[in-house]
């Protein structure tokens, strides 16, 4: 089944199985492997991406669904070269280990704090439910998160 | 994480949905249900009628009643005003289904068709009296939703039945909650408790109750209803409406191996007063 | 003057290409013309095969082949830790089960299609037939007689013995004991989950007979050494790969069948085949940890002098032995038995027991968790049944300081220590005696609180060799190292370990930039390739720092006196002369006459003018083996609320004072900490594997088994101190395992302490809101 989907700000169309996931849709179709799997239930959230602005795990949906949306990968979060707060932040504040959940970890953080400036430590915690990571223990992801909900309530 | 292969159709109306769907398919509408067991191969469906573009199908209105289309997404259903004043317990249920990402494509239809029992939306809508408004090649029909769940992952729906929307009578006047006690991995519920109060000053007039996730279905709570009314909320009505509800839910416990049925059926009873307490602080 | 790098938590430098998903993984990499590999996997825990019938499988779409165990000839799978003097078992370990299949996911069959969703359409198709049998799971049952036969020549189920200690002495120090408490202890099963779920892609040139293979490997050397044996290709004709690894926390040590089979695949077929599990699959193949039943004692005098402590082990193996697991419950676990106190009596029968379980194997902490465990659950027991506060019995009972070695009861020489003043720290920081009242004052209105210390210290930085070799470790456990300038003064370093999430390009390069001066931004640590890189043994153990570390310190200290001498004579002087800071070598007296490393380096490379003897190049390489284990140890402390209505358990606050020696990095070391105490904690109040009876997992997804999430944890409140390892080169000590050691009896202990105005004393692990609810109730009744 055709497909178009834009990623990334790059309009792509393709023929495809209609099982095929999103996330492999991306992976594999557009070689864009910054969207990880972690999980097959869809709890671990390695796979979050935004389609048309909306946090999503892309693990969650057929690629057929998302034809005619807009989709934000990792790989395209960053503007005009510069890292995306939240990815300055991540480095920053040692927010990350092995790397595997970071994509998605990031991509889910960006639009929290986005939306949710300010926000307490507490509320990040809740929110980042969606998220699992392995190796931080979250201390520092949560530390990163705060920093950028902080900077956006200035 | 590789599910079976299927027929995939796209609607475009409801009409088209129903002429499209075969008995060996289902709807897709966000998928945040149906595709998880895909994944799994635990569903393995021959045909999918993707019915989530079909703009009727979406959107909350209220005129009188509340009125929640089906492909109206958990996230938009937390967020709408008009839920949050006309059934305050529906809107936390649905903030609190999964995560942010799952509630900003898992829909209100999906849920209830997919039928978990301890999924949060459906326990409010069976506390709150809603009515699941269904269409088929046959017509359209309604469904009180304490009729609508029948079992454990088991629905009134009838093959090739498509649900529109859910209707809720206007709780403004009442206190409302959802309280809920996670799984500690799934976050779905081990047990959750929807109460609807409709207070006359200090006193109860009415209680509506309805428990999940340590039942097989969501289940209406006659017994603790009965406990609450006429109360002024004591702590002896509470502590007889805690002892009612368990009995109540006695005929649909679930359990599993880390969270027995005893368990659960206690914690309905823990958590019917701190529903209460949540409604009524 | 530059900034000084060793001791300054920089960020770390494979950061860029992580925060940006440009890192590639195993499963990211893409080959033309790629076979995916799907495996079908015995439904059941313990039954013969019938038959296979692949006929229907085969003639689907995009199928190429299918094979079964009949059809592969590979060598079985080894074990690579005998471990001596306990009557080892080591049963064939075939890479797709042959006539019988032992747990549950145990491979049958092996389906090679064009695409992912193909391969897996087809292996649904793999009719197979099976008889079931019997299975069992808990160890302690699968070792008495009448349990369900696994293996045919592992007789009675028990794969080993071990029982290095002197039993006569130790019922001598229990006999003459005031206070003798018990306990039987379940270390219940647990999955490792790194996020990144394992891969394997191998791609085979006939013409060269080379093989390649990345996989998802903490080291890919002892992976090339296994798939050499396996396949039977020279060992220099395999080439293995660990790109970017998604964390490991020990259960990406050992080679699996699935490795072997895209191996073999590659070989047999001609293009690139590749696997990647998914998390169910990761839940049913990949290593478990832990699963002990422990049946443990303590002995103690009336006023709190502790005697002896002893267990007997039930360590549950699983269907195969997996590479190192004969290691973990005995080498690794009851060495450990003193921890950080004056005990002087040990003794420990450890029971490797086959199960119709998945392998288990090395897992976070591998033994020692295990250990520190029951060490601290007894010691917790005494001062319950002495009447003593459990701090107040610790401090009795740590081994004074001391600054070079001290010989303990159960063969060990520690290197280094000061436990009371982490305790004491620990202490303070948590405000004790506060608590305490605090604690008394909740009780009186209804709340439950709860306090837990632990007092640890444990054995890493696994080496040295010859050590290795008397417990039988089928390897060495030295790393070497070489650093390489090239002619622009630009450093590469390259590491036979594996690094997988540690941080260590960062934490390595301060090493070399310590050491030569170079900006560590000038300085690059090339791991996980075995053709790229020089022999090692690979990133476990919390060895890495330590072990490599030292290599490195070495080698570049090998530069540094090459440096010193090329830069005496290119500035004419005298070597003693020469005086160096900050990567420069300046002329005692003459502070303008300066060669920078730099310098150095390109005339090195140019080799111009050399001193004689001298040869040209400015790279050199050190083989390390480390003179001991290294020691770090610590102080943990948790404050619990349990809410007796429902039995959640609320971590309120988590203190964690750790030593490691100099810390290279304190944002890293810290990160190593808090990761490894949310894994410990989280086995003590969520995470644990659930089999039902007939070995069929019930926790084999996300939604069922705990992995710990953000909102149950409060930021953690870490504190140091600082004791250099006197044998080490830089004194530093490994890190990596001491967070999730010291947690899990730090909770469980806080718990019971919460509980005990109840009457509960003991709840096996998970500290599930309905067990611990469940106690509660029998404890009223």
Known sequence: MQVAITVNGVDHERDVDPRTLLVHFLREELDLTGAKIGCDTSQCGACTVHLDGKVLKSCTLLAVQADGADVTTIEGLAEGGEHHPMQTSFWENHGLQCGYCTPGMIMASAAFAQDNPGASEDEIRHYLEGNICRCTGYHNIVKAVKQVADAAAT | MWPNKFEYTRAGSVDEALGAISDEGKFLAGGHSLLPVMKLRLDAPEQLVDIGGIDSLRGISANGELSIGATTTHAEIAASADVQAMCAGLASACGQVGDQAVRNFGTIGGNIAHADPASDPPTVLVACGATVHIQGAGGARSVGAEDFFVDLFETALDDGELITSVSLPNCSDCQCAYVKFPHPASRYAIVGVAVCLKMDGDTCASADVAVGGATVKAVKCAGAEAALAGSTLDDAALSAAAEAVKADIGDWLAGDIAYPEAYRQQMAGVFLKRAVAAATG | ?781
Not at chain 3, 276 to 283: A, D, G, I, K, Q
Not at chain 3, 408 to 423: E, K, N, Q, R
Not at chain 3, 635 to 659: M, W
Request: proline fraction near 6%; hydrophobic fraction near 40%.
């Open chain 3, 1 to 781: 003057m530059s900034t000084r790098i060793f001791g300054s938590g920089i960020k770390r430098r494979e950061d860029p290409r992580l925060i940006t998903g440009e890192a590639r993984y195993t499963d990211d990499i893409k080959l033309p013309g790629v076979l995916h590999m799907a495996v079908v996997r015995s439904p059941y825990a313990h039954a013969n095969i019938v038959s296979i019938d692949s006929s229907a499988a085969e003639a689907m779409d995009g199928v190429v082949a299918v094979y079964t165990g009949e059809d592969l000839d590979l060598a079985g799978l080894p074990t690579a830790w005998l471990i001596p003097d306990s009557d080892l078992k080591t049963p064939e370990h075939p890479a797709l089960a042959k006539g019988k299949v032992r747990y549950v996911g145990d491979g049958v069959a092996m389906v090679l299609a064009d695409d992912r969703y193909r391969a897996q359409d087809a292996a649904d198709a793999v009719v197979v037939e099976y008889e079931e049998l019997p299975a069992v799971i808990d160890p302690e049952a699968a070792a008495q007689a009448g349990a369900p036969l696994i293996h045919d020549d592992v007789e009675g189920n028990i794969a080993f013995t071990w029982a290095p200690f002197d039993k006569e002495a130790s019922d001598e120090a229990f006999a003459k004991a005031d206070v003798v408490v018990s306990e039987r202890i379940l270390q219940q099963r647990l999955l490792p989950t790194a996020m990144e779920p394992r891969a394997a892609m191998a791609q085979f040139n006939a013409a060269t007979q080379e093989l390649t293979l990345w996989c998802t490997s903490q080291n890919p050397h002892i992976h090339r050494f296994i798939i050499s044996a396996v396949t039977g290709l020279n060992e220099n004709r395999v080439r293995v790969i660990a790109p970017e690894v998604g964390g490991g926390f020990g259960s990406k040590i050992p080679c699996y069948p699935d490795e072997a089979l895209v191996s073999w695949a590659a070989m047999k077929l001609g293009v690139p085949v590749k696997w990647t599990e998914t998390r169910s699959e990761n839940y049913l193949i990949t290593i478990h940890g832990r699963d002990h039943v422990q049946h443990v004692e303590m002995a103690a005098s009336k006023d709190g002098k502790l005697l002896g402590v002893r267990a007997t082990v039930y360590a549950g193996m699983g269907g195969y032995l997996s590479t190192a697991a004969p290691g973990i419950p005995t080498i690794l676990h009851g060495l450990l038995y003193v921890g950080p106190y004056t005990i002087d009596s040990v003794y420990c029968k450890s029971i490797g027991v086959m199960t119709n379980g998945t392998p288990t194997d090395a897992y976070r902490g591998a033994g020692r968790p295990e250990a520190t465990f029951l060490l601290e659950r007894m010691v917790d027991n005494v001062a319950r049944e002495i009447g003593m506060d459990p701090a107040e019995l610790r401090r009795r009972n740590l081994i004074p300081a001391f600054e070079d070695g001290y010989d303990v009861a159960a063969g060990l020489t520690y290197d280094s220590g000061d436990y009371p003043a982490a305790f004491e720290k620990a202490l303070d920081m948590a405000g004790y005696d506060d608590f305490r009242q605090a604690q008394a004052d909740a009780r009186s209105r209804g709340r439950y609180l709860g306090i837990g210390v632990t007092a640890y210290t444990e054995m890493c930085g696994l080496g040295p060799s010859q050590v290795a070799g008397a417990v039988g470790f089928q390897g060495g456990l030295w790393e070497s190292a070489t650093v390489r300038v090239t002619p622009t003064g630009k450093v590469q370093a390259l590491i036979g370990a594996s690094p997988h999430g540690q941080g260590s390009e960062t934490t390595l390069a301060q090493i070399i930039s310590e050491e030569l001066g170079f900006p560590v931004e000038d300085i690059e640590v090339v791991h996980g390739d075995t053709t790229e890189t020089p022999m090692g043994w690979g990133t476990y153990g919390s060895r890495t720092t330590p072990v490599t570390g030292a290599a490195l310190a070495h080698a570049s200290r090998k530069l540094k006196d090459k440096a010193r001498v090329l830069a005496a004579h290119l500035m004419e002087a005298n070597v003693d002369d020469i005086e160096y800071a900050d990567g420069s070598f300046s002329v005692k007296g003459s502070p303008d006459q300066a060669q920078s490393i730099q310098d150095v380096a390109l005339m090195a490379h140019l080799a111009w003018n050399m001193p004689e003897g001298m040869d040209p190049g400015f790279e050199e390489s050190q083989f390390y083996d480390p003179p001991n284990f290294v020691y770090p140890f610590g102080t943990h402390i948790a404050i619990v609320e349990v809410d007796a209505e429902t039995g959640e358990i609320e971590l309120q606050r988590y203190i964690a004072v750790d030593d490691c020696g100099p810390q290279i990095n304190p944002e890293i070391v810290a990160g190593q900490i808090h990761g490894g105490v949310v894994q410990g904690v989280a086995q003590a109040l969520c995470e644990g594997v659930i089999y039902d009876d007939n070995g069929q997992l019930l926790t084999g997804t996300m939604q069922d088994y705990c992995m710990p999430k953000a909102d149950m944890f409060p930021n953690f409140e870490l504190g140091e101190t600082v004791t250099p390892s006197p044998h080490h080169p830089i004194g530093v000590k490994g890190v990596g395992e001491t967070g999730t050691i010291a947690s899990t009896p730090t909770v469980y202990n806080a718990v019971l302490d919460a509980l005990a105005p109840l009457g509960v004393d003991q709840i096996d692990m998970p500290l599930t809101s309905a067990k611990v609810w469940g106690a509660i109730q029998a404890a009223r009744s």
